[in-house]
């Protein structure tokens, strides 16, 4: 971690919840995240309980280049489907840190990979469109409330 990634610049944009299988995403001001099972009211916490993608965000410099990737104007956070979209911090650098967003605290456990999923909500090609591009997955270490504008700090 460089000292750069550890400053509390970073901050939450948009948060989106999943209430059911092929559901729209809900957009939402916060959320509460518990251990185990990730973030209440989400149709994947019930689904894989325990896992490691509890919780999926997503960089909101990276929606430019998956609009021009996709020959979009632009890309709204509910196609991606991620839970959290951020600013101000690459989220790859978090794959096997801890990190704390508003009262809660994640540990990234890898790349959130873009599945089929993806052709159907970006058009033909949205799954390649977003190769290393799709975000990060993470597990909830300690419970707490996350809400737009909470800042994302990686402890060192």
Known sequence: ???????????????????????????????????????????????????ERQVTLIQAEHFAVIAANTGRDSVHPELVRRNIVVRGIELASLIGYCFHIGEALLKGTGPCTPCSRMDENLGQGGRLAMKGLGGLTAMVIEPGRIRVGDSVIAEA
């Open 1 to 51: 971690m460089t000292n750069n990634q550890l400053s509390s610049s970073a901050r939450v944009e948009w948060i989106g919840i999943s209430p059911g299988n092929r559901q729209p995403i809900e957009l939402c001001g916060e959320i509460t995240v518990a251990v185990g099972t990730g973030i209440d009211g989400d149709y994947h916490s019930k689904k894989k309980p325990g896992g």
